[in-house]
């Protein structure tokens, strides 16, 4: 069960979308791998583009991005067009130049929060990665060093409220566990029967329903 290349031919037999595009949502506690699957699948995938929620979060604005990705992602991806967007750069605490994003036949969108409510309308596929907020948390501070435990003692609290009001994992089709090689799959809450059979063999995703 940890055949990337099985799960990208499964996500290209799904229906479209967005426009043209099958967009799979990566969604997870902080630190649990998400950006390392996206990474890694996206590569299974023929290098799919990838849109990490970082590059549209702030520090202000930890979640209230739903606007900017409306805006210059989802529509022009819906249009068979071109998403234009600038990542934020939390070093520096501005938006950095401009990226572009093709409305390729899989679009990759990982993040905390990419499975949200909003979301979720234009999803081809939700994986969950089925980690525990504690040891997420844990593993990115050590990933972070130090220096960032400030913004992890605020991270924390923010990332808390958002899966409270709104949570991602009972809308997974899969749920992912990343193991010392590869991964195992697991039938997610929202999936069907059909969708479980997927899973089982391999090539899951969201029904259309």
Do not use: C
Request: hydrophobic share 40%; glycine share 10%; no cysteine.
């Amino acid at each position: 069960m940890n055949d990337l290349a099985g799960r990208a031919h499964g996500l290209l037999t799904l229906s479209p979308s967005l426009g043209p595009v099958r967009l799979v949502a990566i969604d997870g506690h902080a630190g649990s791998g998400k950006s390392t699957l996206a990474t890694r699948l996206a590569a299974a995938l023929g290098a799919a583009p990838v849109l990490r929620l970082d590059d549209l979060a702030t520090h202000e604005e930890l979640f209230a991005w739903t606007d900017r990705l409306h805006a210059q992602v989802l529509l022009p991806l819906s249009r068979g067009e071109r998403a234009r967007y600038a990542p934020y750069d939390w070093t520096a605490r501005r938006f950095g130049p401009e990226r572009t994003l093709d409305p390729a036949p899989v679009v990759l969108i990982e993040g905390v929060g990419a499975g949200r409510r909003f979301l979720r309308p234009w999803l081809a596929a939700l994986w969950w990665m089925e980690l525990d907020r504690e040891t997420s948390w844990a593993r990115g501070r050590r990933r972070d060093g130090p220096a960032l435990n400030g913004f992890w003692d605020s991270w924390t609290v923010a990332e808390d409220e958002h899966f409270a009001e709104d949570p991602s994992r009972p809308y997974a089709d899969s749920l992912v566990r990343q193991l010392s090689e590869g991964y195992e799959w697991l039938t997610g809450p929202h999936a069907t029967p059909a969708a479980s059979r997927e899973t089982t063999e391999g090539e899951g995703g969201r029904s259309s329903g």
